[in-house]
């Protein structure tokens, strides 16, 4: 088995600059690193929103808040603003939060439900302090630990920039960027890549190749050819439409996703501008329908001309395979409904991290790093999958045929239970904790018929006064907290380090 002296990462988007940072960062010397893109290629430089565990990367590179919000135009995130996406005209909030407080044996909302049944109006986001900020403008970092205040956040940010800034970081710890288009790949006897040929005819050589290609998937698909598992029967959407647009005198902090007759529209407010788009079925709406859409919808003067992604829904059947390891887009694709494509991203390099093969790579590691690489996209596809499959909307033929798609066993039944009693599971190492699947289930329109027993514990004035006084300890720091824009003004002072 062969010693994996340097490490060689093909391609120069997110998935590049993040792998090279964090392997760098967390290998030290023990590795050489080499990156290699081609600005003739480009990168696809849409991702801009993210989920709470990007905070820890920037920990782990030593990033600081305030350094990342002015290099990458960044803005706070704290939930997504699902609009339409039950029946039009409805909204509800998925908040990185957990309404209520955590309590043993049952959860919160068992008590919610409960009141419900009594004659009790009030929302369940009413007692979600991520709710509050974001529908309110409001936005300060809760650093106490505290059991019942917690605030959950990751931001919106410029993909280019973001990019750029990890190559920043990246070659300043000693990574070797070489700029190059990669037109032949080599392989040993045995199959294993053995260097990748640039146009001018330069080679570069290693033992261990991150294929961070992108869509192009040159390395995991092209040359070793492991066959894509296609997920398009479970989310049908193939194709994106994206535009920048000019930003608002208020930046909010949440990401909007307004679903239309045949897909989704985004919008990420960042510093600078807007980031727009829209998901979309192709068997549904044309290209060009698509794109008068989204023009139409955009609530902000453009900044450019609509550009056209198209994708297919799936992964990779092995993202690991011989000396090849398969980061970002390279390794499969899921629309980014719940922003999850960066975190796969980060999860992938901690599991290779995890199972790094300094002494030669072995089988079983190899089959470890493929199983929990399949769960993980599973777990997160079924969750999309929730989205569109739980619904009332019949105004369009995209959205019944949604509803009436075969969907995972799995789901239906964590659907089921939760409509019986509010009984909720978290699968192991589900990236979504049971917070989300109740807040999207319950917007979306499952109502549990049922609560717990422990809930007929309190009587009803008991427990009345349990939620008020609970709303109240969510309610009271919202006077304190500055607004968003304020929030983000003041970090921007901070000299840079
Ligand atoms: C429509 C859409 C919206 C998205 N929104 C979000 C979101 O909100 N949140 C989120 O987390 N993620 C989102 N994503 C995903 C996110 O954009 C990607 O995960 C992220 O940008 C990583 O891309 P990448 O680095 O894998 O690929 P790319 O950015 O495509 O980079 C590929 C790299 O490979 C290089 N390359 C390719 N072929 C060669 C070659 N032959 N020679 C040399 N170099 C080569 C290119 O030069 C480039 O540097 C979205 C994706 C899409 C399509």
Known sequence: MQTIKKVVILGGGTAGWLSASLLKK???????????ESETIGIVGVGEATIPPIRLVNQVLGIREADFLRETKATIKL???????????????????????????????????????LGDSSSLWDYDLNYLCATHGKFAPITAKDTVLELPYAYHF????????????????????????????????????????LSDGREVTGDLFIDC???????????????????????????????????????????RSIAHSAGWQWRIPLQHRNGNGLVFSSNHYTEQQAIDLLMSNLDSKPLGDPRVIKFRTGRMRKQWQRNVIAVGLA????????????????????????????????PSKVAEYNRQSELEFTQIRDFLVLHYHVQQRDD?????????LEVPATLKQKVAIFADDGSLFRDQNDLFLESSWLQVMLGQGVMPKDYHPIANNYNREQLFDVLAGIKAIKQEPLSKFPSHDEFIQRALQIAPM
């Open 331 to 362: 390794s499969g694709f899921l629309e980014p409904l719940e922003s999850t494509s960066i975190h796969l991203i980060q999860s992938a390099i901690v599991r290779l991290l995890q199972l790094f093969p300094h002494n030669g790579i072995q």
């Open 158 to 197: 410029d993909a280019g920039l973001y990019a750029m800034y990890l190559r920043k970081l990246s070659e300043q710890m000693g990574v070797v960027r070489t700029e190059g288009l990669v037109q032949q790949v080599m392989q040993q006897i045995n199959g294993d890549i053995k260097s990748l040929v």
């Open 26 to 36: 967390v290998l030290g010397q023990a590795v050489d690193i080499e990156l290699v």
């Open 213 to 255: 290609s992108g869509f192009a998937q040159l390395l995991i698909q092209k040359t070793l050819g492991v066959g894509y598992d296609d997920w398009t029967h479970l989310l049908p959407c193939d194709r994106a439409i994206a535009v920048p647009s000019e930003r608002f005198e208020q930046t909010l902090p949440f990401t």
């Open 79 to 117: 939930a997504i603003r699902f609009e339409n996406w039950k029946k039009p005209g409805d909204m509800y909030y998925h908040t990185f939060g957990a309404p209520g407080r955590s309590m043993a044996f049952c959860n919160f909302h068992h008590l919610w439900v409960r009141a419900q049944q």
């Open 396 to 404: 369009s033929q995209f959205w019944r045929d949604m509803r009436n």
